[in-house]
């Protein structure tokens, strides 16, 4: 199951972050982000690498293949917008033309037509592989994700989506944790424009983040299951907490938020794999006037 985060450079007030899509939570994602930037932290003696070599990704996972895109082998941004023809390419590593894949697709069980129809499609691909190692070197069937629009901020941070984020200080080499998916009592409403300017009004509830614990990078490392188990705790006494009083005074800085957001698709339409996998980190971030970078 997926489970979304963010990992970013900075503190909880001030970041600039990337996401995560599986396993955030810090028996996952928070041990990995730890091992990793100790990693760096023990060649380097600081982290000032770790933190550029990571803000030159756009998401968690390319700290893991060092930006190598696997379905065109360029060090690039995170692939996104992928076609499902891409998901096909390496189950006939024997054929050696495009007669011969139509046949084993006709094996396969596939009606005479249907065979034909997929074997002009998936050929290319097949035989990409089998050239190159990579089943879409020219980019054709997938996009590449840019640094700049993949940033998640506390402007833009949606903590709906985002159920733990892990941020390191290279200042003060401090590494924080913090938990999302907090329910509030606060909702607003979204003047929602679809890319054929149909207009649709959503109404969303709030939710929110905190910070759950901060621990000094040169000393031994947390013991993830309890943080993991703590994090789980404070996220179910706030929503309870919040839920019996709406003016709660953490609750607040909430309360001077819009109550209105638009959210326009027709500038976004480029970004779609973002905004699928981020419903709102696009979306927010486009809604914002003077910030209509896309
Ligand atoms: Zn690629």
Same mark, same amino acid.
């Given at each position: 199951?997926s489970?979304?985060?963010?990992?970013?450079?900075?503190?909880?007030?001030?970041?600039?972050g990337?996401?995560?899509?599986?396993?955030?939570?810090?028996?996952?994602?928070?041990?990995?982000?730890?091992?990793?930037?100790?990693?760096?932290?023990?060649? @380097?003696?600081?982290? @000032?690498?770790?933190?550029?070599?990571?803000?030159?990704?756009?998401?968690?996972?390319?700290?893991?293949?060092?930006?190598?895109?696997?379905?065109?082998?360029q060090?690039?941004?995170?692939?996104?917008?992928?076609?499902?023809?891409?998901?096909?390419?390496?189950?006939?590593?024997?054929?050696?033309?495009?007669?011969?894949?139509?046949?084993?697709?006709?094996h396969?069980?596939?009606?005479?037509?249907?065979?034909?129809?997929?074997?002009?499609?998936?050929?290319?691909?097949?035989?990409?592989?089998?050239?190159?190692?990579?089943?879409?070197?020219?980019?054709?069937?997938?996009?590449?994700?840019?640094? @700049?629009?993949?940033?998640?901020?506390?402007?833009?941070?949606?903590?709906l989506?985002?159920?733990?984020?892990?941020?390191?200080?290279?200042?003060?080499?401090?590494?924080?944790?913090?938990?999302?998916?907090?329910?509030?009592?606060?909702?607003?409403?979204?003047?929602?424009?679809?890319?054929?300017?149909?207009?649709?009004?959503?109404?969303?509830?709030?939710?929110?983040?905190?910070?759950?614990?901060?621990?000094?990078?040169?000393l031994?490392?947390?013991?993830?299951?309890?943080?993991?188990?703590?994090?789980?705790?404070? %996220?179910?006494? *706030?929503?309870?907490?919040?839920?019996?009083n709406?003016?709660?005074?953490?609750?607040?800085?909430?309360?001077?938020?819009?109550?209105?957001?638009?959210?326009?698709? %027709?500038?976004?339409?480029?970004?779609?794999?973002?905004?699928?996998?981020?419903?709102?980190?696009?979306?927010?971030?486009?809604? %914002?006037?003077?910030?209509?970078? *896309?």
């Amino acid at each position: 199951m997926s489970t979304r985060g963010f990992v970013g450079i900075g503190t909880p007030t001030q970041f600039d972050g990337r996401y995560n899509h599986w396993d955030s939570y810090p028996t996952g994602l928070g041990a990995k982000v730890w091992a990793t930037a100790q990693r760096f932290l023990s060649e @380097d003696g600081d982290l @000032d690498r770790f933190a550029r070599t990571f803000l030159g990704y756009t998401d968690w996972r390319q700290m893991e293949t060092g930006g190598l895109c696997a379905y065109c082998g360029q060090h690039t941004g995170q692939p996104h917008s992928i076609s499902g023809l891409l998901l096909i390419a390496d189950q006939y590593p024997h054929v050696s033309s495009l007669a011969a894949y139509r046949a084993a697709l006709q094996h396969q069980g596939f009606s005479a037509p249907d065979a034909r129809r997929r074997a002009r499609e998936e050929w290319p691909i097949v035989r990409n592989l089998q050239q190159t190692g990579y089943p879409d070197p020219q980019s054709q069937h997938h996009q590449h994700a840019t640094p @700049d629009h993949s940033a998640i901020t506390p402007d833009t941070v949606d903590w709906l989506f985002m159920e733990w984020a892990y941020l390191i200080d290279p200042a003060s080499t401090t590494f924080y944790v913090m938990v999302g998916g907090i329910e509030t009592p606060l909702t607003y409403t979204v003047d929602l424009i679809r890319p054929n300017g149909y207009h649709e009004t959503l109404h969303k509830t709030r939710y929110m983040g905190a910070m759950l614990a901060f621990y000094a990078m040169r000393l031994p490392a947390p013991r993830w299951f309890h943080v993991e188990a703590a994090g789980d705790a404070l %996220r179910d006494s *706030l929503r309870k907490a919040f839920a019996a009083n709406d003016a709660h005074p953490l609750l607040a800085p909430l309360y001077t938020l819009p109550r209105v957001e638009v959210w326009d698709q %027709r500038k976004i339409s480029t970004d779609r794999g973002l905004r699928d996998s981020k419903p709102r980190q696009a979306s927010s971030r486009e809604a %914002r006037p003077g910030k209509e970078s *896309l």
